[in-house]
């Protein structure tokens, strides 16, 4: 695998820094989780395939004992606001001293600098000072959160694994290492970037679900079927909405007279989109009325055979037993449950995914560890009495 032989230290958190070193380790690094003393890590089900080590940073052992597993390691990957990690003593001047290799990547909320660098936050919060959140929802409605994929995982993980990629590949050229911040406020903007350079186009105006791609046209939305489930239609250019007419509208009376819509809003003047936009809502009835008339299976069954850009909604349950989903080995399942499988696909060098091994328990690998970097048991027995480390009672050695 491309990253076999990375060594990762990930300083425990909530979801982007577990996402990022579930990337890097399904790729092949190895990964260790360093837990706190007492805080259980139950909200990472991302942990597959890592190691444990549970520390108490808070005593000067423990500091040194993170120092010398930052010493042999390429990637440090921390989840703290601004001050945290100088206050432990393990800032970025200081682990970058003891291994001028190492990739230190800082992955928050709000980054080192600004009114909010040392205020706490949710992706909810991050997406909403990225900008983004304004234009989630329904006309109309208030904003609506996309549950929490923007910028914890694309803004955030996803961003600070790119991060550090990049700062391998400097490190290949150069032989050093540096710092990798990713805020995810900055990360969520970024991913935005083509919506505030298109802010003045008539892609996308202010207006939230009064838009091309937001709901505010009837042929990119989503409707309900016969059986309560939901299709997903984005027949943007004219070729696709007339095989969309064909297939939905061939038996409806204002089949007919829709011929006028096939030119889609790109192509319309200031003057024109006004008037062309007030038909939307009109013409978004009649297609709702019409997809009610069948079921979810029988659109698919016709629009299968037709380029018109309509797809079922799945669920979480649905979509790995779907027949593309199971032709392109999307998931892979582990005993009840489905993990999507590693993306991208490398030729050479793919993925595994670590979904099929254990997370580890907090402190489950503490001894292992401790031994690897020359403690004996007697050394890591006292280190626990201390209250430096803490080694699960089913840990090995």
């Given at each position: 695998m491309?990253?076999k032989?990375?060594?990762?230290l990930?300083?425990s958190g909530l979801l982007?820094?577990?996402?990022?070193?579930?990337?890097?380790?399904?790729?092949?690094?190895?990964?260790?989780?360093?837990?706190?003393?007492?805080?259980d890590?139950t909200?990472?089900?991302?942990?597959?395939?890592?190691?444990s080590?549970?520390l108490?940073l808070?005593?000067?052992?423990a500091?040194?004992?993170?120092?010398?597993?930052?010493?042999?390691?390429?990637?440090?990957?921390e989840p703290?606001?601004?001050?945290?990690?100088?206050?432990l003593?393990?800032?970025?001047?200081?682990?970058?001293?003891?291994n001028?290799?190492?990739?230190?990547?800082?992955l928050?909320?709000?980054?080192?600098?600004?009114?909010f660098?040392?205020?706490?936050?949710?992706?909810i919060?991050?997406?909403?000072?990225s900008?983004l959140?304004?234009l989630?929802?329904?006309?109309?409605q208030?904003?609506s959160?996309p549950?929490n994929v923007?910028a914890?995982?694309?803004?955030?993980?996803?961003?600070?694994?790119?991060?550090i990629?990049?700062a391998l590949i400097?490190r290949?050229?150069?032989?050093?290492?540096?710092?990798?911040?990713?805020?995810m406020v900055?990360?969520?903007?970024?991913?935005?970037?083509?919506?505030?350079r298109g802010?003045?186009?008539?892609l996308?105006?202010?207006?939230r679900?009064?838009?091309?791609?937001d709901?505010?046209t009837h042929?990119?939305e989503?409707?309900?079927?016969?059986?309560?489930?939901y299709?997903?239609?984005?027949?943007?250019e004219?070729?696709f909405?007339?095989?969309?007419?064909?297939?939905?509208l061939?038996?409806?009376?204002?089949?007919?007279?829709?011929?006028?819509y096939?030119?889609?809003?790109?192509?319309l003047s200031?003057?024109e989109?006004?008037q062309?936009g007030g038909?939307?809502?009109?013409l978004?009835?009649?297609?709702?009325?019409?997809f009610l008339?069948?079921?979810?299976?029988?659109w698919?069954?016709?629009f299968?055979s037709?380029?018109a850009?309509?797809?079922?909604?799945?669920?979480?349950?649905?979509?790995?037993q779907?027949?593309h989903n199971?032709a392109?080995?999307?998931?892979?399942?582990?005993?009840?449950?489905?993990?999507?499988?590693p993306?991208?696909?490398?030729s050479?060098?793919p993925?595994?995914?670590?979904?099929?091994?254990?997370?580890?328990?907090?402190?489950?690998?503490?001894k292992?560890i401790?031994?690897g970097l020359?403690?004996?048991?007697?050394?890591?027995?006292k280190?626990?009495?201390e209250?430096?480390?803490?080694?699960?009672k089913?840990?090995?050695?």
């Open positions: 491309p990253l032989n990375l060594k990762v990930e300083l982007p820094v577990p996402y990022c070193g579930m990337v890097l380790a399904d790729f092949g690094a190895s990964v260790i989780r360093v837990d706190r003393i007492g805080v890590t909200l990472d089900v991302l942990g597959n395939g890592k190691k080590i549970s108490n808070k005593h000067c052992k500091i040194d004992i993170l120092k010398s597993l930052s010493r042999n390691a390429d990637v440090l990957i703290f606001r601004k001050g945290v990690m100088e206050k003593g393990l800032g970025p001047d200081v682990l970058l001293k003891e001028p290799k190492l990739i230190y990547a800082r928050n909320g709000y980054g080192q600098t600004g009114k660098s040392k205020s706490a936050g949710h992706d919060n991050y997406v909403a000072i900008g959140l304004s989630f929802g329904r006309h109309g208030n904003p959160p549950v923007l914890d995982i694309a803004g955030g993980g996803m961003l600070c694994c790119l991060g990629l990049l400097e290949n050229k150069s032989c050093k290492g540096q710092v990798v911040e990713n805020s900055e990360g969520t903007a970024y991913l935005g970037s083509w919506l505030y802010k003045k186009s008539m996308w105006g202010d207006e679900g009064k838009n091309i791609l709901s505010g042929f990119y989503v409707y309900e079927t016969k059986d309560g489930k299709l997903s239609v984005g027949a943007l004219p070729q909405y007339q095989e969309l007419l064909e297939g939905k061939s038996e409806s009376s204002c089949s007919k007279n829709e011929s006028i096939l030119v889609i809003g790109l192509q200031e003057e989109a006004p062309i038909d939307f809502d009109k978004k009835k009649l297609f709702r009325k019409k008339e069948k079921t979810q299976d029988q698919c069954e016709i299968d037709k380029e850009c309509v797809t079922p909604i799945l669920t979480l349950d649905e979509a790995p779907h027949p199971v392109q080995q999307t998931f892979v399942q582990i005993e009840d449950i489905y993990a999507p499988n993306h991208p696909r490398l050479q060098t993925g595994i995914s670590k979904a099929t091994e254990p997370i580890p328990i907090r402190g489950e690998h503490t292992e401790l031994i020359g403690y004996s048991s007697h050394d890591i027995d280190l626990e009495h209250g430096v480390v803490e080694c699960h089913k840990s090995k050695l």
